[in-house]
């Protein structure tokens, strides 16, 4: 690359946005190949594609034919290895835009002028499955945003669980080895409910918080637009006095945080293993663009040691009542990639990758990844120019004396390449920190070489307690539900007694209710000590609207086509997305003369796929499998604590289903304003007073 930075947009000129500098940078590489000549790769056009070089019809393959084996040898190497955790991920473009000028805490300048606007690339991951595997596990997501600044690229690596299993990365080695599928038969795949993951937990007590987080509902979300991000990690904020501030980073969904209940992302599992990656691409491309606001938690350092748990503890979350979460900027993914490969399978995030004003702090957790991260990508990426994959490049051009190396893709010219020189008058040469060179904080440190950790980290239980006092009742419910499946999968009895013995710390009724329900002795213990509770901590005080919600409206032969033709206008004005599911694609019949298209059927849809069914009524020619389609929808749903609005003509069904009437059903001819009530009830998402066993 040549010349200065590709210029940044503006947040003035709406134009811009969609032309920010990296979409600009990318442009240089991108080919289409629509309507060109197949060449080979040394552009040399072939005659044909079909058949390879033979002497004869029926004769031998000929050796001679590079066409052939130059498109069999790139083809027999197509594969990288998969990221070793987070393989399963999906990605796409987008833009931050300051709302806050953080000067006075930091020298960062993407973080200085109000409505400045940083691209960035965000790639949202599972952590355990292999890259395959299905998108609704029950596990922790990667929510890793690059920030293409003008300072180089910046780099937010984060989950969407505040905390971690572990406190020094020492072990993270052994917490992978645990959870991934077991060596001698390679199941599960992408679940922890297996023996070593369990042995791993009870054996590693450190990891009680983490636990009681992804046993909640947090572990399966209904998509990547509605979960929160975390840095987890405590850095550092550095203004240009060089006083430094701990700071902790937020990622809050607009539309608010929600989740799937477990028989739904089970069940998702089968009927579209991809369906967190469909959301987020068909969320784009509809141009609901999601969008997530940056908070910042922000300690001075002289109040390092005010808190009853150590805040260098990746196991420990800031309780936002106690260190408010202050807003400063929001993101906004607007673009999908234009190929999987080449951008979110090659794009290497690293927590080492800062800029100016953002630097690290001791957590021993953080230190180790940012010695692993780099690592990996050699492997991955296949030797040390991966900066320079076009996904990877920052917007400005680096300069300095790495040379030679695997796909090697720049051109440096001049004879030097070392510093210092005389030849090249000393270039390139650092910038003074006072010029925007990176300078890292000059923290007093002082100890001796020890191979231990801190006391300050041993309190395991308190804050797992403090989540277990958040939650809703329904939520602790879900809680024990998980632990029930994930420790009844242990086939180890004794590794059964050790979680339940363990989660006793947290909740001696938690841990009794376990016990029951994975038949080993109920525990003794007293459990930690703290009636504390963080209301921020819990789901239900999230934020609920309708705009986004999927629904799907079922319709037969005859359908009433002035009721459906008015749902489908006012659930649209919401910005609600609509499916129209009945027993064949294509035109549908209604009444006065009306038609429908419907675009799923019975059995290329599933309840379980849309966040509300409306249930429009018709009928079929085989009106015995179409009642029985009708009435699986209508049970799912019930089922799924999600609302269900049934038209006069549909609300036949209510008397053969377990449907009972009560919060969430919404009948036409019961309210006064059946599309407003609907909609209100959409927004609310699940109606956990529902008692589905009646
Ligand atoms: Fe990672 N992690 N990690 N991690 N991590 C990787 O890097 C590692 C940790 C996170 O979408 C790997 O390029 C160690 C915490 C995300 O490409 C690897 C430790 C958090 C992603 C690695 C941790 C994360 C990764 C695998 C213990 C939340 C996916 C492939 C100290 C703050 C990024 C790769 C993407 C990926 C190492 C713990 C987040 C092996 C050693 C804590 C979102 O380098």
């Not at 300095?400 to 020189?421: A, E, L």
Request: proline share 5%; hydrophobic share 35%; net charge negative.
């Amino acid at each position: 690359m040549k010349g200065d930075c590709v210029k940044h947009s503006t947040g003035n000129n709406p134009e811009m946005h969609n032309q920010n500098a990296k979409q600009r940078q990318l442009g240089e590489y991108r080919v289409n190949n629509y309507g060109k000549p197949l060449t080979t790769n040394q552009s040399l056009k072939v005659s044909g594609d079909e058949n390879s070089l033979k002497a004869g019809v029926r004769g031998p393959t000929l050796l001679e034919d590079f066409h052939l084996r130059e498109k069999i040898t790139h083809f027999d190497h197509e594969r990288i290895p998969e990221r070793v955790v987070h393989a399963r991920g999906y990605a796409a473009h987008g833009e931050f835009v300051l709302h806050k000028c953080m000067k006075k805490y930091t020298t960062a300048k993407f973080l200085h002028e109000v409505g400045k606007v940083t691209p960035l690339f965000t790639r949202f991951s599972t952590v355990v499955g292999s890259r395959g595997s299905t998108e609704t596990a029950r596990d922790v997501r990667g929510f890793a945003v690059k920030f293409y600044t003008e300072e180089g690229n910046y780099d937010l690596v984060g989950n969407n669980i505040p905390v971690f299993f572990i406190q020094d990365a020492i072990k993270f080695p052994d917490l992978i080895h645990a959870a991934k599928p077991e060596p001698q038969n390679e199941f599960p795949q992408a679940a922890t409910a297996h023996d070593t993951f369990w042995d791993f937990v009870a054996n590693n007590q450190e990891s009680a918080h983490m636990i009681m987080w992804t046993m909640s509902d947090r572990a399966i979300p209904v998509n990547f637009r509605k979960m929160q991000g975390f840095g987890v990690h405590t850095f550092r904020f550095v203004n240009s006095e060089g006083k430094a501030h701990f700071v902790k980073f937020h990622w809050k969904p607009r539309l608010g945080i929600h989740s799937l209940v477990w028989d739904e992302a089970q069940k998702i599992g089968g009927k579209d293993p991809d369906f967190h990656r469909r959301d987020l691409y068909e969320s784009i491309e509809a141009k609901n663009y999601p969008k997530y606001d940056l908070g910042v938690q922000i300690i001075r350092e002289e109040d390092e040691f005010m808190f009853d748990f150590d805040i260098l503890d990746a196991t420990k979350i800031w309780p936002e009542e106690i260190v408010p979460v202050e807003i400063i900027g929001t993101m906004t993914l607007n673009r999908n990639v234009d190929n999987v490969f080449a951008e979110t399978e090659q794009v290497a995030f690293h927590p080492g990758n800062v800029v100016p004003g953002i630097d690290f702090t001791n957590d021993p957790l953080l230190q180790g990844r940012l010695f692993s991260y780099l690592d990996t990508q050699l492997l991955r990426l296949g030797g040390p120019n991966f900066a320079e994959i076009p996904i990877n490049r920052p917007v400005c051009p680096f300069h300095n004396n790495q040379r030679d190396g695997f796909s090697r893709q720049r051109i440096d010219v001049g004879q030097v390449s070392y510093h210092k020189n005389s030849l090249a008058d000393n270039t390139p040469s650092p910038t003074p920190v006072d010029k925007g060179g990176y300078e890292h904080y000059q923290e007093k440190v002082e100890g001796h070489v020890i191979r231990a950790g801190s006391p300050s980290f041993d309190d395991h239980f308190s804050q797992a307690r403090l989540f277990w006092n958040s939650m809703a009742p329904y939520e602790k419910q879900h809680i024990i539900d998980a632990f029930s499946f994930e420790v009844g999968k242990v086939q180890s009895q004794s590794v059964r007694q050790q979680v339940v013995d363990m989660f006793c710390h947290v909740d001696s009724g938690l841990s009794a209710a376990i016990a029951n329900a994975v038949g080993v002795k109920p525990p003794e213990c007293t459990p930690a000590d703290t009636t504390a509770s963080s209301p921020a901590l819990s789901m239900e005080n999230t934020v609920f609207v309708p705009e986004t919600l999927k629904v799907a409206i079922l319709i037969g032969e005859g359908f009433d086509s002035a009721v459906i033709r008015n749902a489908v206008q006012s659930l649209r004005n919401e910005s609600v997305t609509i499916d129209i599911v009945s027993e064949k694609l294509g035109t549908i019949k209604g009444t006065a003369g009306k038609t429908a298209i419907a675009n799923q059927t019975f059995i290329t849809a599933s309840p379980v796929l849309y966040d509300s069914i409306l249930v429009g009524g018709g009928a079929s020619n085989n009106s015995a499998e179409f009642d029985s389609n009708m009435k699986n929808y209508i049970e799912e749903t019930w089922k799924h604590y999600k609302p269900i609005a049934f038209t006069t003509e549909g609300s036949r069904y209510i008397a053969e289903t377990s449907v009972q009437e009560g919060p969430g059903i919404i009948v036409e001819k019961k309210v006064d304003d059946f599309y407003c009530a609907y909609i209100n009830a959409l927004a609310k998402q699940r109606f956990w007073e529902r008692n589905i066993y009646k």
